[in-house]
C-alpha cells in the first residue's frame, strides 16, 4: 500500500532564507505528485502538480522536483516570507488506475518569522 | 474562476441528528471526493465516486454515507451524528483519468462540531 511521508513535521526560518520541503513515497508506480498548501481552518490551495514523466514544475519563487525511482519530491521556496506561513502537503496519485485517490502525506508546518 | 463549492464552513449539531454535506463543483469532473482531517491524522478518505450513482468506500466509511445523483454534486451524510465525528471535512474533485495533469481541486472545508 502506498505510504507518503513528510519530514520535517514542522519548520521555523527567518523571513529571507530559502527552504527544502522534503516528501517521500514507498512505491514509484505513481500517475503524478501534488503540492498542496492550507491556511489554518481553509481547504487545500494546488500549488504544482508534475506528472510522472516529468522531473520539476516551477511557479514563481516554488519549485517542485520528482525523482520517481527513488521515491522522493522536493518543494523548494525561495526568499521565504512571513505569508508562506502555512501547512504543507504532498500527495500522490497511485497507479495503475488513476480513479486511485490521492494518497497524502501528514504535511509540514512553516512559519516564516518577520 | 473554476469552484469547488461547500455548502457551509461551519456546522454545529446535536447527537444523533442526521447531517447533509453538500458539495458542488463546475469543472464537469467526473471524480469526486470526501476527507476528513483531524489533527496528527490528516487526511482520512471516507468516500469517493467515478460517476453519476457510482460510490466506493474509502479508509473510514463507517458513520457515513454519499449520494451522486448529478454530476455535479456529491453530498455526504452522516446518517447518526456523534461527537467522534466533529471534524474538518474536506470535498475535492479530478477529471478522469486521462485529463490527470489537471490534478485535485479542494473546496474549502466545513468544519462540523456535534454536541
Known amino acids: 500500500k502506498q505510504e507518503v511521508t513528510q519530514i520535517p513535521a514542522a519548520l521555523s526560518v527567518p523571513e529571507g532564507e530559502n527552504l527544502v520541503l522534503n516528501c517521500s513515497f514507498t512505491?514509484?508506480?505513481?500517475?503524478?505528485l501534488q503540492w498542496f498548501r492550507q491556511d489554518p481552518g481553509k481547504g487545500l490551495t494546488s500549488l504544482l502538480l508534475?506528472?510522472?514523466?516529468?522531473r520539476e514544475q516551477t511557479s514563481g519563487r516554488l519549485n517542485a522536483s520528482l525523482d520517481k525511482s527513488s521515491g522522493r519530491s522536493t518543494l523548494y521556496i525561495a526568499a521565504s516570507q512571513p505569508g508562506d506561513s502555512a501547512t504543507y502537503l504532498c500527495?500522490?496519485?497511485?497507479?495503475?488506475?488513476?480513479?486511485?485517490?490521492?494518497?497524502f502525506g501528514k504535511g509540514t508546518r512553516l512559519s516564516v518569522i518577520a | 474562476d473554476v469552484k469547488v463549492t461547500q455548502s457551509s464552513r461551519y456546522l454545529v449539531k446535536r447527537t444523533g441528528e442526521k447531517v447533509f454535506l453538500e458539495c458542488v463543483q463546475d469543472?464537469?469532473?467526473?471524480?469526486m471526493f470526501w476527507y476528513r482531517q483531524d489533527p496528527g491524522l490528516g487526511l482520512r478518505l471516507i468516500y469517493f465516486?467515478?460517476?453519476?450513482?457510482?460510490?466506493e468506500k474509502g479508509d473510514i466509511p463507517e458513520g457515513y454515507s454519499v449520494s451522486r445523483e448529478k454530476k455535479e454534486r456529491f453530498s455526504l451524510i452522516l446518517e447518526s451524528a456523534s461527537t467522534n465525528q466533529t471534524s474538518m471535512y474536506l470535498c475535492?474533485?479530478?477529471?478522469?483519468?486521462?485529463?490527470?495533469?489537471?490534478?485535485?481541486?479542494f473546496g474549502s472545508g466545513t468544519r462540523l462540531t456535534v454536541v
Open positions: 512505491d514509484s508506480a505513481i500517475y503524478n
Open positions: 500527495a500522490v496519485t497511485p497507479r495503475p488506475s488513476g480513479n486511485t485517490p490521492l494518497v
Open positions: 475535492a474533485s479530478s477529471p478522469a483519468t486521462g485529463l490527470l495533469n489537471y490534478g485535485y481541486t
Open positions: 465516486s467515478y460517476d453519476v450513482k457510482m460510490k
Open positions: 508534475i506528472q510522472s514523466s516529468q
Open positions: 469543472m464537469d469532473h467526473e471524480n
